[in-house]
């Protein structure tokens, strides 16, 4: 797959990793168009190829009162939205075979959840939409096994597909990334790191899903300096409030800086 695959998307032969950024939910029209718009700037100032992330349904929640989303169209007609008014592309999670053709309509990337990665009429199911497929590596799987994750896509008709590690289990609370794991990934596709996700602490006692935000821009560099292709970090201007994952989320504010340091340290790795 080649970012020129991506409709929309920008600043591809800047020589910079790609960008999946938004928040974690869609939780309205004001925040995913104000997040967004932050974004935007901040990545056309660093030439960073941007995608704006935001999920338009949370089916995977620890607890049945947990929010799931603002429905499912509404969500869509945001992501919709953010994509003209900014003219960029967007990308969001699928959770059951009919999300596939609903969602497609709408974003430009389907990605597939990293619970859900080895259900083979998911994976199918998105990747004969024929959007650009992101596969997120199950937090149980190793990265070896990826590439029949990606084979699959493959198999569909459909040769637009990257890998997305998101960290690996740790006991029962906590995740740990593997960097050993992202230069065996890229043989199968280009590979992101989700930032974010991996510094989750899952299977809380209270159901609510805890995290290390501190350790955001740690592990964004490691994965930077070990050749990853693209980030995935979710960012809310109040994630203390935030619907969902608001524990391991970026604050907002924060995001430039980050993205500068990592600028300059990928410019540092491609000279070497």
Not at 245 to 268: F, Q, S, Y
Request: charged share 25%; aromatic share 6%; with cysteine.
């Amino acid at each position: 797959m080649k970012l020129q695959d991506i409709p929309k998307i920008k600043h591809t032969n800047a020589n910079n990793f790609f960008l999946l950024c938004g928040p974690c939910a869609i939780e309205g029209e004001d925040m995913a168009l104000r997040i967004a718009e932050k974004v935007v700037n901040i990545t056309n100032k660093l030439e960073i190829p941007y995608i704006f992330k935001g999920s338009f349904k949370k089916a995977n929640r620890s607890r049945v009162d947990s929010f799931t989303g603002i429905g499912d169209e509404k969500a869509l007609n945001i992501l919709k939205k953010v994509s003209e008014t900014f003219d960029v592309p967007t990308v969001t999670d699928i959770h059951e075979i009919s999300d596939a053709h609903l969602a497609a309509q709408y974003v430009d990337v389907l990605q597939i959840p990293a619970f859900l990665v080895r259900q083979t009429d998911l994976v199918v199911a998105a990747a004969k939409t024929g959007k650009v497929i992101n596969l997120k590596k199950g937090q149980f799987m190793s990265p070896e096994s990826m590439k029949h994750a990606v084979q699959k896509v493959y198999d569909s008709g459909n040769d637009k597909a990257w890998i997305t590690d998101r960290g690996t289990m740790f006991g029962y609370q906590d995740m740990i990334v593997d960097f050993r794991g992202i230069p065996t990934m890229r043989q199968y596709a280009p590979t992101v790191l989700d930032v974010t996700h991996s510094l989750q602490q899952p299977n809380q006692e209270a159901g609510v899903t805890g995290g290390r935000p501190d350790m955001i821009e740690t592990i964004a560099r490691a994965g930077i300096v070990n050749h990853v292709d693209g980030l995935f970090i979710e960012t809310h201007f109040d994630p203390a409030n935030a619907k969902s994952d608001g524990a391991n989320m970026l604050h907002l504010d924060n995001l430039e800086k980050l993205l500068t340091n990592l600028v300059a340290i990928r410019k540092t790795v491609n000279a070497l």
